[in-house]
């Protein structure tokens, strides 16, 4: 009888990690990690997020449990994933990128969440990135702040370029404001936008025609996760059809991500803001409160070119000499330059 109690309290406990509630069993934090790609896509983030908890001493299995969540595009999914973690009172949402941030913080408002997101504020997850003021604090990734430098420098890059498609989500908020900003940015510059809208129901040569036939010389990848699952085939594309392209970040240019890969981006390294959630997580394990944590905005800013796509490009790319303490470095056939202001 002793031995039959004893099984069936082992295969109780199979259960609850089957769902993810060993945690509650053992004791240890249980942190949820929302994300809204499909596991495939959100590897690599989740990846770099479980990496930050190892570097400041958090095992997973053993001093913590980290369960990962993936919406695979779906919204009703993510705000799914977002109810069932609060059902399961994890200790801690971690949310990758705007809209999972915003499942969760619609999901509750006493959980902690750690989020990313482009625009913390005008999303209305944050009162002000100096004092968060409810349940959720993280790292802006600066979108809206950029996105004119970012266009900028695709056009120092391609110097004769005139008219630049941008490929975008139209249900998506954040590209929305985006375009706002770059409206006045190719104003500015004396360039013409050409508003293409990526989705799921439209398939991407037929937008290269179309872009190409509208005489598009180069094009713009605005970051979000859906368009970032079509990461390949836009830029075999856009190779194909030799219109030079920009990304805001290097997943779209490093050879490390992407092989052969975009011209060019400039903006965040989204590597070390998944790392660094870690520390945001790890804080308030240790009984801080996100309203007392302030929203993070990084000061380093990372250009990156694929020489290899500006050769099959017919391109030379004017990359001027690296400043004083500033330090340039080749990564498989990329040129990345670290820096706080403009880039070239």
């Known amino acids: 009888m002793t031995r039959l109690v004893r099984l069936l309290a082992l ?57 990962g969540r993936f919406a695979s595009g779906n919204a009703a999914r993510l705000s799914a994933n977002a109810a069932e973690f609060v059902a399961a009172k994890v200790d801690v949402i971690v949310a990758i990128d705007s809209a ?26 944050v009162a002000s990135l100096a004092r968060p003021g ?11 702040d950029l996105v004119a430098k970012q266009l900028q420098t695709l056009k120092e890059a391609v110097p004769g ?22 409206e006045r940015a190719a104003a500015n ?34 970051n979000e996760p859906r368009t970032d699952a079509m990461r390949g085939d836009i830029i075999a594309l856009g190779l194909r059809y030799r219109l030079p392209g920009a990304a805001q970040t ?5 050879p490390r991500f992407a092989e052969p890969g975009l011209l060019v981006s400039y903006g965040v390294d989204l590597s070390a803001l998944h790392r660094r959630l870690a520390i945001f997580v790890d804080k308030i394990l240790k009984g801080a409160k ?18 290899k796509t500006a050769e099959a490009l017919g391109l030379t790319i004017p990359v001027s000499s690296p400043r004083p303490r500033r330090r340039s470095y080749r990564i498989g056939g990329a040129l990345s330059r670290p820096s706080p202001g403009m880039p070239w």
């Open 250 to 254: 290097r997943r779209y240019v490093d």
């Open 100 to 125: 999972p941030a915003g499942a969760a913080r619609q999901a509750t408002s006493a959980i902690p969440i750690v989020m990313t997101s482009g625009d913390p504020v005008g999303l209305g997850l």
């Open 134 to 144: 409810r349940n959720v604090t993280g790292l802006s990734t600066m979108w809206p």
């Open 161 to 182: 370029v005139s008219k630049i498609a941008v490929l975008l989500r139209q249900d998506s908020p954040i590209h929305a404001q985006l375009m706002t900003e770059l």
């Open 290 to 307: 996100p309203a007392d944590l302030p929203v993070e905005q990084p000061t380093t800013f990372e250009l990156v070119v694929n020489l």
């Open 11 to 67: 295969i109780l406990v199979a259960e609850f990690a089957a769902h993810g509630l060993a945690a509650q069993v053992s004791g240890m934090p249980h942190v949820g990690l929302l994300h809204w790609p499909s596991p495939e896509m959100g590897r690599l983030a989740a990846g770099e997020f479980r990496e930050g908890m190892r570097s400041l001493g958090w095992i997973e299995g053993s001093t913590i449990s980290i369960e």
């Open 189 to 222: 510059l004396g360039i013409s936008l050409l508003p293409v809208v990526v989705g799921a129901d439209r398939e991407l040569p037929p937008l290269f025609d179309e872009m190409a036939a509208a005489g598009a010389d180069a094009f713009f990848v605005l």
